[in-house]
């Protein structure tokens, strides 16, 4: 079955940087999109953005653009998201969530979701 | 973007009963590009239903979706112990998606 693997938490300080991955295992990872959605402490999911990596495509949603980059290594099936000058209000979970290509647009719903990786941004 | 607002904030029902949850967007969702998914406390959440009525692999039929143009439904039949979660809608009819506030189905 599809797994998706994603790093451990992190604690950040204000205006650090963050580098997350997520390992795609039982899919062709050609035939795959990865999207990224993060949800605040007792708040709802917000859609970062998500990348193909057969084609290179890749959206961000205009709230993060200019802050969050996302990349994509085929060879070991893993996609990282990078998140800069880090603020309180990024503390949440960050969740990399899958979408099979067939008949989708690679960022539609979310079929397959990572545990999630706790991130902290505190002084 | 498209705001979407569920209702109720909570359902309290027992076990065996039927939760509707409803959905409602501030534009059109053309298409039915509508998705819905269960969270429950801890765990990721997990997709229910996707093209507003469409279930996801391995979804038990007591899971149903419907709806269209503004208004989508989800409804839970037969309501069994670990269907006592929290419940999002998401539209990805126009980015950025965007996701409901949640519906959290307790035990009364």
């Known amino acids: 079955q599809v797994q998706l693997v994603q790093s451990g938490a992190e604690v950040k300080k204000p205006g650090s940087s963050l580098k997350i991955s997520c390992k795609a295992s039982?899919?062709?990872?050609?035939?795959?999109?990865i999207n990224w959605v993060r949800q605040a402490p007792g708040q709802g999911l917000e859609w970062m953005g998500g990348i193909i990596p057969i084609f290179g495509t890749i959206k961000y949603s205009e709230k993060l653009h200019g802050r969050v980059t996302f990349t994509a290594d085929g060879s070991s099936s893993t996609a990282h998201m990078e998140l800069t000058s880090l603020r309180s209000e990024d503390t949440a979970v960050y969740y990399c969530?899958?979408?099979?290509?067939?008949?989708?647009?690679?960022?539609?719903?979310?079929?397959?979701w990572g545990l999630g990786t706790h991130v902290t941004v505190s002084s | 973007e498209i705001v979407l607002t569920q209702s109720p904030d909570t359902l309290s029902l027992s076990p065996g009963e039927t939760a509707t949850l409803f959905c409602r967007a501030s534009?059109?969702?053309?298409?039915?590009?509508l998705a819905w998914y269960q969270q429950k406390p801890g765990q990721a959440p997990r997709l229910l239903i996707y093209?507003?009525?469409t279930r996801a692999t391995g979804i038990p039929d007591n899971f149903s979706g419907s709806g269209s143009g503004t208004d989508f439904t989800l409804t839970i039949s037969r309501l069994q112990p670990e269907d006592f979660a929290v419940y999002f809608c998401?539209?990805?009819?126009?980015?950025?998606?965007?996701f409901g506030q949640g519906t959290r189905v307790e035990a009364k």
């Open positions: 093209h507003s009525s």
């Open positions: 039982g899919v062709s990872f050609n035939s795959y999109a």
């Open positions: 998401q539209q990805y009819d126009r980015p950025p998606q965007t």
């Open positions: 534009q059109s969702v053309n298409s039915n590009y």
């Open positions: 969530a899958g979408l099979g290509l067939y008949e989708t647009t690679g960022f539609d719903y979310f079929q397959h």
